[in-house]
């Protein structure tokens, strides 16, 4: 016989833990670490109420109402999960294209054990090639006293004549940062550093596009450093620290974007899922990329765990996003790139 009060009472422990995930991504990690676990728990906690929902609706009660109303209200996640965009057009010819990628220091960094001549001249060729208006790249490296290294100086012999780079400063990680390549004119830029203590940091660059002026914001906000196979105790305490170091990098970004006197673009590796505070910061003001002309699942990480998207471009809601595109082909790294294609002004 099915011990119902048992099975009721697993229910309502579990709708109150979902209910706690679903408002943890407007609640900073900063302020008590646990929302940062509760907001990556959110797809599996949907999951387990539509087992219930299921279970119940089966035995005709009423209980089911429970896991419904908590699976309707974590629908408003569900487009950051999966998205199918019927009308997409695709990049219009005159659309301004933008290229964010993690390179991963072009597997040629002097921490790498992937150095690569061919392959970097392969890479660098390849993404030379996707004739976009802007490029950013997280984890950029250059040398220019490499032979085959000097990534700075094939770019802009390729017409990306306009350049901003910012040095990460830390160990081991010499001429090794982030940057910004446009073929548009710069006017200004400059950086906003974190102050955390790990070399994360965001760059910007306002640029001439048309009779216009935007901003484009490039970003790496802190990473989680996971080791290779970690055990349970130094994956908790590795998710634990970034759940704290990142909600303070966000708010000092916001507070920089919020006084940008131009239309802005934001790219970069956000080290975080779209369920985290981090990506409801931002998602509360501008819009996302992926979201607006993504297709399908979109994620961009190309490593161990499937299904993760980190990488976003955010934009001004006065853009119109045409078009958005992983680029699963560029298998270089352990992150995928994402190409984004907007109109401006409306």
């Known amino acids: 016989m099915v011990n119902w009060p048992f099975i009721l009472k697993l229910n309502i422990v579990l709708a109150i833990l979902t209910a706690l995930a679903l408002l943890s991504p407007f609640i900073s990690p900063g302020i008590f670490w ?63 294209k933008v290229l964010s990628y993690n390179v991963r220091y072009f597997n040629a960094g002097q921490d790498s054990r992937r150095k690569s001549e061919a392959g970097l001249s392969q890479m660098v060729g390849e993404i030379s090639q996707l004739q976009s208006h802007i490029m950013c790249f997280q984890e950029f490296y250059n040398n220019d006293r490499s032979s085959f290294a000097n990534t700075k100086d094939y770019f802009l012999k390729k017409g990306y004549k306009n350049f901003q780079f910012g040095d990460i400063n830390i160990a081991n990680k010499n001429n090794a940062g982030l940057a910004i390549f446009s073929r548009l004119p710069m006017v200004r830029k400059g950086d906003v550093t974190f102050g955390t203590g790990h070399g994360n940091k965001a760059i910007f660059t306002d640029l001439v596009y048309d009779a216009d002026t935007i901003r484009v914001y490039n970003v790496h906000f802190h990473s989680l450093s996971l080791s290779e196979d970690p055990g349970l105790l130094q994956l908790f305490g590795q998710l634990k620290y970034g759940f704290s170091v990142r909600p303070t990098e966000v708010d000092k970004l916001i507070a920089h974007i919020g006084a940008a006197p131009y239309p802005v673009i934001l790219c970069g590796d956000f080290n975080d899922l779209p369920f ?67 109109k401006f002004p409306l």
């Open 34 to 96: 646990l929302f940062g676990f509760l907001s990556y728990g959110i797809p599996l906690m949907l999951f387990i109420n539509a087992g219930f929902a299921t279970w119940w609706i089966f035995k005709k009660s009423k209980y089911a109402l429970i896991s419904l109303v908590l699976l309707l209200t974590g629908g408003i996640y569900l487009n950051r999960v999966f998205v199918f965009h019927q009308n997409s057009n695709g990049a219009g010819h005159r659309d301004l």
């Open 276 to 342: 985290s505070y981090t990506y409801q910061q931002f998602n509360g003001f501008l819009q996302n990329s992926f979201e607006k002309a993504g297709q399908g699942f979109g994620w961009t990480y190309n490593g161990k765990i499937p299904f993760v998207r980190i990488d976003n471009q955010f934009s001004d809601l006065r853009f119109t996003v045409s078009d958005h595109k992983v680029l699963k082909d560029f298998s270089y790294t352990d992150h995928f790139p994402i190409l984004v294609a907007y």
